[in-house]
T-cell receptor
């Protein structure tokens, strides 16, 4: 049984560009959450998707947007990249109403 | 607003020593508390989850306690090993949408 997978593993972009990160949830899970982890910090909640809708959002600007597909996989899009967007982006999946989240390995984004 | 603090930020111990990591949170209205392990540049591995109605959970050499009224949790690691070297994060969940709020972590180094 595959766990949570994320792609790509690493990504380098320049300021002002746009990026899309992808996440496939653990088999049977229908809820996907995204977190941003800056170096030396704990992960910060970006948003959560369930039934293809954004269910809750953290304190992130509109440059951060997402999508969930009918197969429950999800994308995180970041527009107009800033140097401060450099971080490890983590995806977590769970069952709706469940409270155990399974994390993927993350995507390391570097903005130059 | 919920805030999670972890002390110490870093800890170095010789192999075989027992150790305690601390986590405190400001709002006692939590649903559960989790301890995670993170290896450098990697995703999160869940170690223990304590429901708000529970006082402690154990898994092998790990024991986590929760005192909701005082806003504190501890992670006890017995007979530490070099393979325990990692960053340990605690996170609280406060609502139905299972959004996690993380501390900044404790970086543990176990010296052989």
């Amino acid at each position: 049984d595959a766990g949570v997978t994320q792609s790509p593993t690493h990504l380098i972009k320049t300021r002002g560009q746009q990026v899309t990160l992808r996440c496939s949830p653990k088999s049977g899970h229908d809820t996907v959450s995204w977190y941003q982890q800056a170096l030396g910090q704990g992960p910060q909640f970006i948003f959560q998707y369930y039934e293809e809708e954004e269910r809750q959002r953290g304190n992130f600007p509109d440059r951060f947007s997402g999508h969930q597909f009918p197969n429950y996989s999800s994308e995180l899009n970041v527009n107009a990249l800033l140097l401060g967007d450099s971080a490890l982006y983590l995806c977590a999946s769970s069952l709706a109403g469940g409270h155990t989240q399974y994390f993927g390995p993350g995507t390391r984004l570097t903005v130059l | 607003k919920q805030e999670v603090t972890q002390i110490p930020a870093a800890l170095s111990v010789p192999e075989g020593e027992n150790l305690v990591l601390n986590c405190s949170f400001t709002d006692s209205a939590i649903y559960n508390l989790q301890w995670f392990r993170q290896d450098p540049g990697k995703g999160l591995t869940s170690l223990l989850l304590i429901q708000s109605s529970q006082r402690e959970q154990t898994s092998g050499r790990l024991n986590a306690s929760l005192d909701k009224s005082s806003g504190r949790s501890t992670l006890y690691i017995a007979a530490s090993q070099p393979g325990d070297s990692a960053t340990y994060l605690c996170a609280v969940e406060g609502g139905a949408t299972n959004k996690l709020i993380f501390g900044t972590g404790t970086l543990l180094a176990v010296q052989p």
